[in-house]
């Protein structure tokens, strides 16, 4: 191998697919060298610290950004938030009528997220005089696309009960 040739990386997404389909999309977003920056997990509960309160804010302000969007269900972790996101079922917009709205992506929606995350983070360490992290994120995320109901109830019930089974994870490490 040529040592100038950069390393190719594992493409994630499915080929071809528009990731801007009206359905069900699970994401897993995790933190950069698997750091435990969100919280701390006791008793099968999840505890957010400062950094975690911020990403749940701003998941859930998701929705205001992004019209067509439900995210009902996800769950941050000390190192890693795993959500459904529903792009384009709204009972309140009538797709007929309105045909100027566009899906966003998931991607769009994953980077927003992120990067308001990272913002309002360091916002916070300005105010606060700390020293923030360099790096928040992992480059990329997992996605996986739900294909009926029994998938998103196996998933939904995965998210629900992952502080539960922390123990058992592999990235629960110090």
Same mark, same amino acid.
């Given at each position: @191998? *040529?040592? !100038?040739? $950069?390393?190719?990386?594992?493409? /994630?997404? +499915?080929?071809?697919?528009d990731?801007?389909?009206?359905? &069900?999309?699970?994401?897993? @977003?995790?933190?950069?060298?698997? =750091?435990?920056?969100?919280?701390?997990?006791?008793?099968?509960?999840?505890? +957010?610290?400062? /950094?975690?309160?911020?990403?749940? =804010?701003?998941? $859930?302000?998701l929705?205001?950004?992004?019209?067509?969007?439900n995210?009902?269900?996800? =769950?941050? @972790?000390? !190192?890693?938030?795993?959500?459904?996101? &529903?792009?384009?079922?709204?009972?309140?917009?009538?797709?007929?009528?309105?045909?100027?709205?566009?899906?966003?992506?998931?991607?769009?929606?994953?980077? &927003?997220?992120?990067? /308001?995350?990272?913002?309002?983070?360091? =916002?916070?360490?300005?105010?606060?005089?700390?020293?923030?992290?360099?790096? +928040?994120?992992?480059?990329?995320?997992?996605?996986?696309?739900?294909? *009926?109901?029994?998938?998103?109830?196996?998933? &939904?019930?995965?998210?629900?009960?992952?502080?539960?089974?922390?123990? /058992?994870?592999?990235?629960?490490?110090?």
């Open positions: @191998m *040529n040592t !100038n040739e $950069l390393p190719k990386r594992n493409i /994630l997404r +499915l080929e071809g697919f990731y801007s389909t009206s359905g &069900a999309y699970y994401v897993t @977003m995790c933190t950069h060298q698997k =750091q435990h920056l969100f919280g701390r997990i006791a008793d099968g509960k999840m505890y +957010l610290n400062a /950094l975690g309160k911020i990403a749940n =804010q701003e998941w $859930l302000k929705k205001d950004r992004f019209t067509k969007i995210i009902d269900v996800y =769950q941050i @972790m000390p !190192n890693h938030i795993h959500a459904i996101v &529903a792009i384009g079922i709204d009972d309140d917009i009538d797709l007929e009528s309105d045909k100027t709205i566009t899906n966003p992506k998931v991607t769009e929606i994953v980077c &927003a997220f992120k990067s /308001l995350v990272t913002r309002h983070y360091k =916002q916070y360490c300005r105010e606060n005089n700390i020293v923030p992290i360099p790096k +928040l994120w992992q480059r990329s995320y997992y996605d996986h696309i739900i294909r *009926n109901e029994d998938d998103l109830r196996a998933v &939904a019930d995965y998210i629900r009960f992952n502080p539960i089974n922390w123990e /058992l994870d592999k990235y629960n490490r110090p």
